[in-house]
């Protein structure tokens, strides 16, 4: 398999970050200069630490990279839900994820596995260097190792559930390697890393949150917790034991939540959810960090197509778009639904800030920039420097609602957990007693549909259940059989696999056999 190797690291690279930190771009290298340093030579002094560490967050930004033609990574996640659709059926490779004829040789299939790997390769190498960092103080250098496991576990926790077994890769690599073309690892094994890393990060000294956008003890045990979930259901199936891990890692958040509500909350409103003001806060465990200075938000595909939305005019692909059917599914007074308040948007104001203008279709606001882009007679910055969700508290607390049905049926905690977020939805929720074991899981299940859509996570979601949310039934149908609206096209057994890039098969024949159902090398 061919590895993004780090051989060397630049000032460029290291500099272009968002998040803060002790290194000045100016004068963090004054040793050597930049082209001369290597791996060998460049993790001396605690400032490489840092600044390594920063490239490996750096990495993450992936998810935003281009995919062709009106088209971004992150659409790999969404295209294949069924929530979403395209008003502009511009890009092949976007077209056939979500007509779901995807094969090795799609763009964003290839893009996010080279991504992932190249965050594993700088997180290795991260693990394996700062140890060796003398003099550093322990704290901070515990900090930055338990920072870059997280990063290490989050990367090999989309690639195991995207792919099925992966390569396990813990070690810088070189074409010396012994295992530089490697074999695939069990999901078992895979998992195992995952956890090994995450249980090191909580014990890392990382404060509960951190407003620069740096891993924190939160983000990594809800994240832990999910993986808890993630392993009770497919394809490992481990049941109750996991479910319960699950339920009592969340709950440990919650708990903290509650004793410090203004330093872990749901936002009171949902426009909090996208404003700049509060990135990395409150209901924000964890975002992949942007500010123009080095990447804008990746988003704008969301944007409609050709509509005048933001002070660029007309413009916008509308390459994601929600479906019609998944926009109606909400229930009547979900303030989740309504224009401008919620998730979506049905209105908006000419060029940004003129004239009120019809839509004529609901569109994705989640993401939407208001200081960048302009709002109701206020001109737009310009400047999208919205940070993208990955773990919001409203799944912690959906995660435990889950995870402690499993074991013992709904109580009252679980219950609690889920009508906080039917509370800020301003819905009314049915009691304790009129739910079932049953009938529960299937309204947590909905609420994660409705309060987590387009964050790129229903993908996981439908994966791990075998379930797919039928919005015309508001039922929960099998995975294989399922009709995506998105495309009328049913889901089969083989997507619940990603195929293998073809190019990885072909460099690397240690890789074998294409995942089931896809076409070889």
């Known amino acids: 398999m061919r590895h993004t190797l780090t051989k060397y690291i630049s000032q460029a690279v290291?500099?272009?970050?968002?998040?803060?930190g002790p290194i000045g771009c100016s004068d963090f290298l004054k040793e050597q200069a930049p082209s001369n340093l290597s791996p060998g030579t460049f993790y001396t002094i605690p400032d490489h630490a840092e600044a390594a560490l920063a490239a490996t967050y750096a990495g993450t930004r992936f998810m935003g990279g281009d995919a062709g033609i009106f088209s971004t990574n992150w659409q790999l996640l969404e295209a294949l839900t069924g929530t979403s659709t395209t008003e502009t059926a511009q890009n092949s490779d976007l077209n056939n994820l979500y007509g779901l004829v995807h094969d090795g040789n799609t763009a964003h299939v290839v893009n996010y596995w080279n991504g992932l790997y190249t965050l594993i390769a700088n997180a290795n190498l991260v693990i394996d260097r700062v140890p060796g960092i003398t003099p550093m103080d322990a704290a901070q250098k515990a900090k930055i190792l338990g920072e870059a496991r997280f990063l290490?576990?989050?990367?090999?926790?989309?690639?195991?559930?995207?792919?099925?077994d992966v390569p396990l890769i813990t070690t810088p690599q070189s074409a010396a390697s012994p295992d530089f073309l490697p074999a695939r690892a069990s999901q078992e094994d895979v998992y195992k890393l995952i956890v090994d890393d995450l249980t090191a990060a909580e014990g890392a000294g990382l404060a509960w949150m951190d407003v620069s956008g740096r891993?924190?003890?939160?983000a990594v045990k809800t994240q832990l917790s999910k993986v808890y979930l993630t392993m009770a259901g497919f394809p490992l199936s481990k049941g109750a034991t996991y479910y319960k891990l699950a339920a009592d890692k969340a709950l440990e958040v919650i708990t903290y939540a509650n004793a410090n509500p203004?330093?872990?909350?749901?936002?009171?409103?949902?426009e909090d959810i996208h404003r700049e003001s509060t990135k990395n806060r409150v209901e924000h465990l964890y975002?992949?960090?942007?500010?123009?200075?080095?990447?804008?938000?990746?988003m704008d595909n969301f944007y409609p197509n050709f509509?005048?939305?933001?002070?660029?005019?007309?413009?916008g692909t509308g390459s994601s778009v929600p479906t019609a059917s998944f926009y109606a599914s909400y229930e009547a007074g979900d303030l989740r639904a309504k224009d401008q308040a919620g998730y979506f948007y049905t209105t908006y104001y000419t060029n940004g800030n003129g004239a009120p203008f019809s839509l004529g279709a609901p569109y994705v606001f989640k993401?939407?920039?208001?200081?960048?882009?302009?709002?109701?007679?206020v001109a737009g910055t310009r400047q999208n420097n919205l940070n993208v969700p990955q773990i919001r508290f409203a799944e912690t607390l959906l995660i435990y609602a889950e995870a402690q049905n499993e074991v013992g049926g709904p109580n009252q905690a679980a219950y609690d957990a889920m009508k906080r977020i039917r509370d800020r939805a301003t819905l009314t929720t049915p009691a304790l007693g009129t739910f079932t074991q049953a009938t529960f899981r299937e309204a947590v299940w909905r609420e994660r549909w409705h309060e987590l859509c387009y964050e790129q996570l229903t993908w996981y979601d439908m994966i791990r259940l075998r379930k797919v949310y039928n919005e015309k039934t508001n039922?929960?149908?099998n995975f294989v059989g399922h009709v995506n609206l998105s495309s009328n096209r049913p889901l089969q057994e083989k997507h619940l696999l990603l195929p293998i890039p073809r190019q990885e098969l072909l460099n690397n024949p240690n890789l074998k056999t294409q995942n089931p159902g896809y076409p070889g090398a």
């Not at 203004?262 to 949902?270: E, K």
């Open 287 to 298: 975002m992949i960090q942007y500010n123009t200075a080095v990447a804008s938000n990746p």
């Open 307 to 315: 509509k005048p939305v933001t002070y660029n005019g007309p413009g």
């Open 475 to 477: 039922g929960f149908d």
């Open 262 to 270: 203004s330093v872990i909350n749901l936002f009171s409103t949902y």
């Open 215 to 218: 891993a924190n003890m939160a």
């Open 367 to 377: 993401h939407f920039n208001r200081t960048a882009n302009g709002t109701s007679g």
């Open 14 to 20: 290291l500099c272009g970050l968002a998040l803060t």
């Open 152 to 164: 290490r576990a989050t990367a090999y926790f989309m690639a195991v559930r995207l792919w099925g």
